[in-house]
Structure formats: C-alpha cells, structure tokens
C-alpha cells in the first residue's frame, strides 16, 4: 500500500508562470489536506478537500490559489502568476473516511518544493 | 484562533541523554495531538498521536504526554541515538469551529551529537 505520493518533488517556475501540484492520497482515503510551509516556518492548513468537494477553504489565499479533488485522479493545488512569496514546500495529507479508520490520524506525502525566480 | 508554541527551537544533546521537548497549545478544546519527526527535505513521519481523553501514549523510546486543562504535551526521548536528529511538530486538532487542518508548532530542532 503505497504512502501519500506527491509529484512533482521538486518544481521551478519563473515569476507569472502557473504552478500545479499533484497529490494521490493512500489507497481508501478520501480525504485530502494541503499545507504550506514557507522558510523558517510551521506548517498552516490551506484547505480541506473530499471527492469532488472543498470542505474547508479557510487557509487558502484569496487569490491566485485553487484546488481540486476530482472524482478520478489525483488533487490538485493550482497556483497561478506565481510570486517569489509563494517558494515553499506543500505538503498533501490524505486521511480515511470518518468515523472509522485511523481515528483521524492525517498522513503525510513528502512535499513538492517550489521555487519561484 | 488556535496557536501552537515549541520550546525549545533548537536543542543539542549528547548522545545516551535522555530529553524533553515541549508543546503548548491555547485552546484547550482540541479532538487529538500529534507529535511528527521532519527529516531536511523530506515529509513528515508521524510519531505519537494523543486523543484528548488520553494522557500519554508511549513507542518504543518515545513518551507523549498531555495535559488538556493546561494546554500542554512534552515528548520524551531516551536514551538519545545520532539517528534521532530532526525536527520535532507538535500538531493539534481543533474540536471547535474553524479549520479543519492540523494546527503546527514551528518545530524543535534536535542534533544529537554522536
């Protein structure tokens, strides 16, 4: 059973250019968590997604920023116009279907790094 | 709003030292605490997950404690091992309203020196 699968690991893109991170969750998770954390920080929450729903947007910028979880394939953290403020690590957690599962523990893939020129 | 404090921000032990991080959290009205292992440049690795009704959990050399009321976890680490090296989160759940994510600490830096 394969762990949480980000990819790309690592992703340059010059000031202006789209960015798109993709991440698979475990296998019978249907539950998915972008984070983000920027140099010398901790990690704060973005958004919550389920299948084909965001739940939870809260810590999502109100601009340039979206994501998807589709009902087939991976989800999807889409930034567009990219700004050097935006070079960070993302990180994808997936989680099983509440109440049953894991107790809510979320696992973590290993994170896409973006740096923006 | 949930904030989550690490102390210390870095720490340097010997190796065979036994040691103590620690994780403070503002709101007591949490559903679980997590501690995490970050390695440079990789995910994270989860260690000890606490439900709040609990008040430690133990794996191996690693001890988590929690203190809801006073909105506290330490971790304990024995017997300290080079490979023990990494950042330490300390990461709650919130049971009120509001985000739905894992709330961080900004980490404790470990070097174990061998």
């Known amino acids: 059973n394969a762990g949480v699968m980000q990819n790309p690991r690592h992703l340059v893109r010059r000031r202006g250019q789209e960015a798109r991170l993709r991440c698979s969750p475990m296998k019978g998770h249907s539950h998915v968590y972008w984070y983000r954390q920027l140099p010398e920080e901790g990690l704060k929450f973005m958004v919550y997604?389920?299948?084909?729903?965001?739940?939870?947007e809260s810590g999502m910028p109100k601009e340039r920023f979206s994501a998807e979880f589709p009902k087939e394939g991976p989800s999807i953290l889409r930034i567009q116009q990219v700004v050097r403020g935006d070079s960070a690590a993302y990180f994808c957690?997936?989680?099983?279907?509440?109440?049953?599962?894991?107790?809510?523990?979320?696992?973590f893939g290993a994170g896409t790094r973006l740096s923006v020129l | 709003k949930q904030e989550v404090t690490q102390i210390p921000a870095a720490l340097s032990v010997p190796e065979g030292e036994n040691l103590v991080l620690n994780c403070s959290f503002t709101?007591?009205?949490?559903?679980?605490l997590q501690w995490f292992r970050q390695d440079p440049g990789k995910g994270l690795t989860s260690l000890l997950l606490i439900q709040s009704s609990q008040r430690e959990q133990t794996s191996g050399r690693l001890n988590a404690s929690l203190d809801k009321s006073s909105g506290r976890s330490t971790l304990y680490i024995a017997a300290s091992q080079p490979g023990d090296s990494a950042t330490y989160l300390c990461?709650?759940?919130?049971?009120?309203?509001?985000?739905?994510?894992?709330?961080f600490g900004k980490g404790t830096h470990l070097i174990i020196q061998p």
């Open positions: 957690a997936s989680s099983p279907p509440r109440p049953i599962g894991a107790k809510n523990i979320q696992y």
């Open positions: 990461a709650v759940k919130s049971s009120g309203g509001g985000a739905d994510g894992l709330t």
């Open positions: 709101d007591s009205a949490i559903y679980n």
């Open positions: 997604l389920q299948k084909e729903n965001i739940i939870d």
